[in-house]
């Protein structure tokens, strides 16, 4: 019962808040609109489903909520923080401390082990090194690579890459995972492990928002928004399972 009220309690304010998020590329002469009026907000523990048309600005909408660029018009709140207007160290920090990333090209350092990407986070964080090291075979083993650690990516499998960048996005134990298109490149197989990975990981209480194309992974989220012309065209409760 008090783990319930717990839940409850934690639930319910939004973790993430877009209010009429504009971004406009600025292509010498041209204007690119990649975010036409986007507003949308997530609760805690949500596993939200991002689906949309190629260049429908879902990575835009990703990069925004992540810290990575700011909008040009409209707000942006993280963990009830007004993240549009923060300098870019701010957005470094807040994006170190409550956000991981997963991509679809998984984005590992080519000349780094399994361990030693998953230990690069945790060194801009400032962890004792023999905590970094205890945490990253932690992490390791909890994806299924407890005997990898040593493999560079290229001696990994797609799926076992896609692993180590999951293990690499827990690394500061972040409360929002952002992965735009994680099975995109995988096989059938892996594609599903890692969709049960993430499947645990929202278990655990982590926020998800996923990118993706595949329609069978709507079985995996709370709710699916649909994105057209850089906003949503479903309502922002619709399609709860
Ligand atoms: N850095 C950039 N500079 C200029 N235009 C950009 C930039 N990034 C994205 N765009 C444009 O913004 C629009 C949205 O792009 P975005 O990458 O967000 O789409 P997407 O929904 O993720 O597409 P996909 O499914 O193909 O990944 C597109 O028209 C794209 O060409
Ligand atoms: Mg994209």
Redesign the pocket.
């Known amino acids: 019962m008090i783990k319930m009220t717990k839940k409850k309690e934690k639930c319910k304010d939004d973790i993430i808040v877009l209010e009429d998020v504009w971004k406009v590329?600025r292509?010498g002469e041209i204007e690119?609109p990649?975010l036409q009026g986007l507003s949308m907000s997530v609760k805690p523990c949500e596993f939200i489903g991002v689906m949309?048309?190629?260049?429908?600005?879902?990575?835009?909408?990703m990069n925004m909520i992540g810290c990575l660029d700011t909008p040009t018009k409209g707000r942006i709140l993280l963990e009830k923080k007004d993240i549009s207007r923060m300098s870019e160290s701010e957005l470094a920090q807040v994006r170190g401390r409550v956000i991981g990333f997963v991509f679809q090209q998984f984005n590992l350092m080519p000349n780094l082990t399994a361990q030693g990407n998953v230990m690069l986070p945790m060194m801009f964080q400032d962890m004792d090194p023999l905590e970094r090291e205890d945490r990253s075979y932690e992490l390791l083993d909890r994806v299924g690579l407890g005997k990898r650690i040593h493999h560079k990516p290229k001696e990994l499998s797609g799926g076992e890459q896609q692993r180590v960048a999951i293990a690499r996005a827990l690394a500061n134990d972040p409360d929002v995972i952002l992965a735009?298109?994680p099975t995109g490149n995988l096989d059938t197989k892996s594609g599903a492990e890692i969709m049960a990975l993430l499947g645990e990981l929202h278990e655990d209480g982590k926020t998800i928002v996923m990118?993706t194309?595949d329609t069978r992974q709507e079985e995996y989220v709370d709710r699916v928004l649909r994105?057209q012309d850089?906003k949503i065209i479903n309502g922002d409760d619709e399609t709860y399972s």
Do not use: C, N, W
């Open positions: 590329y292509m690119v990649a949309g048309p190629s260049g429908s600005g879902k990575s835009t909408a735009d298109e990118v194309h994105l850089g």
